[in-house]
C-alpha cells in the first residue's frame, strides 16, 4: 500500500518557519519523483518544489524566492520543506505527491497524494 503522510504544519507568526515532512512508505523510495503543493481556500492547488529521482534536480516555483528549501532522506524514505520567512498568503493546505511515470514533470496529475496539512501564518 502506497502511503504519503505530511505532518508539521501549524500556526506561526510572520516571519516564521516551519519544516513539513512527508513520510512515504509503500514503493521504492529511489524511483519516485516528490513534490510539494499546496492550495489556499479559494484558490487552485499550485506547485510549490520537487526532487526528481532520476537525475536528483530539484525545481521551484517562481514564488518561493529563496525562502523554501526541499530535501530527502533516502534512509528514513522521507522528504521535507522547510520554510521559511513565512508570509500570511503563505497559509494553505500543503501536500506532498509522488510520481514513477513522469516525475516532476507529472505536476498536479502525480500518481499519488497525501491528505495534507495546514499552515497558518498569522500577521
Known amino acids: 500500500e502506497v502511503q504519503l503522510v505530511e505532518s508539521g504544519g501549524g500556526l506561526v507568526q510572520a516571519g516564521g518557519s516551519l519544516r513539513l515532512s512527508c513520510a512515504t512508505s509503500?514503493?521504492?523510495?529511489?524511483?519516485?519523483?516528490i513534490g510539494w503543493f499546496r492550495q489556499a481556500p479559494g484558490k487552485e492547488r499550485e506547485g510549490i518544489s520537487c526532487?526528481?529521482?532520476?537525475?536528483?534536480?530539484?525545481y521551484y516555483a517562481d514564488f518561493v524566492k529563496g525562502r523554501f528549501t526541499i530535501s530527502a532522506d533516502n534512509a528514513k524514505n522521507t522528504v521535507y520543506l522547510q520554510l521559511n520567512s513565512l508570509k500570511p498568503e503563505d497559509t494553505a493546505v500543503y501536500y506532498c505527491?509522488?510520481?514513477?511515470?513522469?516525475?516532476?514533470?507529472?505536476?498536479?496529475?502525480?500518481?499519488?497524494w497525501g491528505k495534507g496539512t495546514l499552515v497558518t501564518v498569522s500577521s
Open positions: 509503500g514503493f521504492s523510495f529511489g524511483d519516485y519523483a
Open positions: 505527491a509522488a510520481d514513477n511515470r513522469r516525475g516532476c514533470q507529472a505536476y498536479n496529475d502525480m500518481r499519488y
Open positions: 526532487i526528481s529521482a532520476t537525475d536528483g534536480r530539484t
